[in-house]
């Protein structure tokens, strides 16, 4: 079966793509992976060796500008009649796209030629693109049990979970290690909240036992060491985690925003978390809610993440051990995205 995979914009949407590209391609199907210039080089890294590759000219329309706007609606329009030809004489037999406005050309041009095309939304709450591409899609596929701001009730909607990458997969269900470790995932300019209250509600806290690993920007290492060192806390404060995996099942509690690939990479391997979603970004808020209804943690508004109900939430946490075990139980979520997906495209 000739099956072609689009996706592109950003990690989020490429990792999911790959797994399960690699996954059919272990089922000797004949997989091709659309991308935009933005992820060419990770796709080239990460795809399948027998994994054909192609590209389109596409890029988000969340620009500000209204010239930029269109001009990214330009870009896609071309791409959509290129891939509209292509199929014409190179026709797959199904299409899957992984969201973002990339994998949109793709997504018309097999509607053009009725091409079964399947849909997979990361997020709990719909993003723009794939509620502009659901039209021309029969079957939706989604992350989360519940997605929010689906309107086309013709759409089969058909709960899969994300693919993660093969080392959270080995890490699934690894108990905690009771060492009273806190891992913070920052480490981009819409994270400056956690470098603001996290440090300052652990100097605050009752026991300084705790040891914290935290991701930062670049400019912001060495002042946050300092911070660590000068309040006497166990800190590795770096700009880059090398084996997330390994990070999450060394800690008890994890405190960042809430992108799906982070919220079910936690429910992969289960660990407890306390979630900041990032203001502008419904999708997070829809995220972060979703496990918080779990049980597994918490979703707090950036408004009132203050170094107050911080410190106050995490002196009762690891005053209560248990509890926190409890909350890696119900947080943990088995993941079989990708065999899931690759079923529902070959059946």
């Given at each position: 079966m000739k099956i072609w995979i689009a996706t592109g914009g950003t990690g989020g949407h490429v990792f999911p793509a790959l797994s399960v590209a690699e996954?059919?391609?272990?089922?000797?199907h004949?997989?091709?992976i659309s991308c935009d210039s933005r992820v060419r080089q990770m796709v080239l890294r990460d795809s399948p060796k027998k994994a054909h590759i192609a590209y389109v000219w596409a890029s988000g329309v969340g620009a500000k500008s209204r010239l930029k706007q269109v001009y990214a609606l330009f870009k896609i329009a071309v791409s959509a009649a290129v891939l509209t030809l292509r199929f014409m004489f190179l026709r797959p037999d199904r299409v899957v796209a992984f969201g973002g406005y990339a994998s949109v050309p793709a997504v018309f041009a097999a509607h053009v030629w009725h091409v079964p095309t399947f849909l997979h939304e990361q997020n709990a709450a719909i993003g723009r693109a794939n509620k502009f591409a659901m039209r021309w899609v029969k079957t939706l596929m989604t992350s989360f049990p519940s997605v929010s701001g689906i309107t086309n009730s013709s759409t089969r909607v058909v709960y899969t979970g994300l693919p993660v990458r093969s080392d959270f997969m080995e890490a699934a269900g690894a108990t905690l290690t009771g060492n009273m470790k806190i891992l913070v995932t920052g480490g981009s300019l819409g994270a400056q909240i956690l470098d603001d209250v996290v440090p300052a509600s652990i100097a605050a806290m009752k026991n300084?036992?705790?040891?914290?690993?935290?991701?930062?920007?670049?400019e912001n290492v060495a002042k946050l060491q300092k911070f660590y060192?000068?309040?006497?806390?166990?800190?590795?404060?770096?700009?880059?985690?090398h084996g997330?995996?390994?990070?999450?099942?060394?800690?008890?509690?994890?405190?960042?925003?809430?992108?799906?690939?982070?919220?079910?990479?936690?429910?992969?391997?289960g660990r407890p978390a306390i979630f900041v979603?990032?203001?502008?970004?419904?999708?997070?808020?829809?995220?972060?809610?979703?496990?918080?209804?779990?049980?597994?943690?918490?979703?707090?508004?950036?408004?009132?993440?203050?170094?107050?109900?911080?410190?106050?939430?995490?002196?009762?946490?690891?005053?209560?051990?248990s509890r926190l075990v409890k909350m890696s139980q119900k947080a943990l979520v088995k993941n079989n995205a990708v065999n899931l997906i690759a079923d529902e495209v070959t059946k």
């Open positions: 996954e059919l391609v272990k089922r000797r004949n997989v091709t300084k036992k705790i040891f914290v690993t935290h991701q930062t920007r670049p060192a000068d309040n006497k806390i166990h800190a590795n404060v770096l700009s880059f985690i997330m995996s390994d990070a999450i099942v060394g800690a008890d509690l994890v405190i960042g925003r809430s992108g799906a690939s982070t919220v079910v990479e936690l429910q992969t391997i979603p990032l203001g502008i970004n419904p999708d997070q808020a829809a995220n972060a809610a979703s496990f918080a209804k779990s049980g597994g943690g918490f979703a707090i508004e950036q408004s009132k993440f203050t170094p107050r109900w911080l410190t106050s939430t995490l002196n009762d946490l690891f005053d209560n051990p």
